[in-house]
């Protein structure tokens, strides 16, 4: 069954556990973290006048990775935190996921040119006090799993390969995040361009897949403007993200379907 890109997906995932409930919880309430996400978007919305990259992204983002994410496991993909030791547990692998996708954007708090770099290196601190907060005896491995989460940050960046399944979720996930006009490519608000035409193409997405493809990411969309997006976001991030065999992307025109990735 498919489920729908949007806010509310991240509730979906941190509702059934206690580790990723508590790091959620501190993520929306912890003052440096919420006034880093709304600094960025006074960056991106009120100074270059681009789309949104505030607390509804974070959201967002969130939640189509948790997905993924949970999608690639039940298909047999072993995590990579897993696989080297840096996360102990399914759910610490989950924890890496969420706080890289709610924390990816805060570097665009300070500018828009380098954001990830920035971003990576302005969470190290927020993600210690989350690590030790919600694992009170992780001790020295906080810094394992702190590097995990700077790196899938990092990762975000378009032509950056992706070096672990949680960054490579993170990633894609980010290129989700383009309906209703909320495209990942900045375009100028209000202005009337391909970018903007494009993104107000797109009316909603959807993640599903089955035995064969683990992820099926669906685009639904008014015309074929908002392939644009597709082409110039979601493909690269795919192709950088170390996970394009297990992804396929359709576009629903009209009620036509049409395969755009692999092609």
């Known amino acids: ?67 993924i994410f949970d999608r690639l496991v039940r298909s047999g993909i072993k995590p990579t935190t897993i696989e080297f030791g840096t996360a102990r547990s399914i759910d610490e692998a989950k924890l890496v996921v969420l706080l890289a996708s709610y924390l990816h954007d805060i570097g665009n708090a300070v500018h828009r040119i380098n954001h990830e ?26 810094y394992m799993l702190r590097q995990e989460v700077m790196h899938a940050i990092y990762a975000t960046e378009m032509s950056t390969d992706a070096l672990t399944v949680e960054a490579g979720v993170v990633k894609i996930a980010d290129g989700t995040d383009m309906a209703e006009g909320r495209a990942r490519i900045p375009y100028k608000l209000g202005k009337l361009d391909m970018h903007a035409v ?41 192709l950088s993200s170390g996970l394009q065999k297990y992804v396929e992307v359709y576009a629903s025109v009209n009620g036509k379907i049409h395969r755009v990735f692999p092609t």
Do not use: C, W
């Not at 790091?23 to 960056?43: G, R, S, T, W």
């Open 117 to 142: 770099m920035m971003g990576a290196i302005l969470a190290k601190d927020l993600i210690d006090r989350i690590l030790t907060t919600v694992i009170p005896d992780i001790g020295k491995r906080r």
């Open 1 to 67: 069954m498919s489920v729908l890109v949007s806010p509310a997906l991240v509730q979906k995932h941190v509702e059934n556990s206690e580790l990723l409930r508590k790091a959620y919880e501190i993520l929306e309430h912890d003052e440096e973290v919420q006034e880093l996400i709304k600094m960025a978007n006074i960056m991106a919305v009120g100074r270059l006048k681009y789309n949104d990259h505030g607390i509804i992204h974070s959201r967002i983002v969130s939640g189509a990775a948790l997905e």
């Open 198 to 238: 494009s993104a107000l193409s797109i009316k909603k997405v959807a993640i599903g897949g089955d035995d064969s493809t683990p992820i099926r990411i669906e685009i639904f969309m008014e015309d074929f403007a908002g392939l644009f997006q597709v082409e110039a976001v979601l493909r690269p991030k795919i």
